[in-house]
């Protein structure tokens, strides 16, 4: 069994910055950031293998939000850069076996955090 806890989300203005974090207990494989937004579906935000080697983004966060981990600390960052008004959202970090990008191949679910980016 693994638990996730987000934290680090917050009320920000267009342009600023916020790091997220994904604190997990138990062993963790691939992880990954969604996101989901009021009325909206859950879309892939961001996903990092297990030795941290190989990430991938949306098309919409390239070049802005970064995943990272620290598997000592069983954390996972998204450091979120030049935020927009668009990047509105609930964020969730989840484990999965597989680097994937589709929310239902992920075992194990943070209960979210809210990024709110005012413009």
């Known amino acids: 069994q693994v638990q996730l806890v987000e934290s680090g989300g917050g009320l920000v203005q267009a342009g600023d910055s916020l790091r997220l974090s994904c604190a997990a207990s138990?062993?963790?494989?691939?992880m990954g950031w969604f996101r989901q937004a009021p009325g909206k579906e859950r879309e892939f935000v961001a996903a990092?293998?297990?030795?941290?080697?190989?990430?991938y983004s949306t098309d919409s966060v390239k070049g802005r939000f970064t995943i990272s981990r620290v598997n000592i600390k069983n954390t996972v960052y998204l450091q979120m850069n030049s935020l927009k008004p668009e990047d509105t959202a609930v964020y969730y970090c989840a484990s999965g076996p597989s680097l994937v990008r589709v929310p239902h191949e992920y075992d194990y679910w943070g209960q979210g955090t809210q990024v709110t980016v005012s413009s």
């Open positions: 990092i293998s297990w030795s941290g080697a190989t990430t």
């Open positions: 138990g062993r963790t494989f691939s």
